[in-house]
Nanobody, 125 residues
């Protein structure tokens, strides 16, 4: 079956960096656009970044542009989210998700077929 497994979360201070990883299995990875979402307590799940099947196109929510970078390695079935200059408002559970139909621009959670279990990112001030 399809599995997406996130890792790399943790507790950091404001200004620090983290790199999240998502390992995919059970699907033809290169046929899926990938996205990273996050959900803070009491808030809706929010699109953070997306990447096309080839990795040539990337998309970001305005609040993370210039600080976060999404990338993928189709040979390893991996997608990454490099997060720099972290802020307390970045605190959330981060999820990776796979989208068979989109190009990485889908900002709505319902457009993604598969989800990981999430990894907690906590940024202290």
């Amino acid at each position: 079956q399809v599995q997406l497994v996130e890792s790399g979360g943790g507790l950091v201070q404001a200004g620090d960096s983290l790199r999240l990883s998502c390992a995919a299995s059970g699907l033809t990875f290169g046929s899926y656009a990938m996205g990273w979402f996050r959900q803070a307590p009491g808030k809706e799940r929010e699109f953070v970044a997306g990447i096309s099947r080839s990795g040539r196109s990337t998309y970001y929510v305005t609040s993370v542009k210039g600080r976060f970078t999404i990338s993928r390695d189709n040979a390893k079935n991996m997608v990454y989210l490099q997060m720099n200059s972290l802020k307390p408002e970045d605190t959330a559970v981060y999820y990776c998700a796979a989208d068979r139909e989109g190009g990485g621009t889908n900002t709505q959670p319902r457009g993604y077929e598969y989800w990981g279990q999430g990894t907690q990112v906590t940024v202290s001030s």
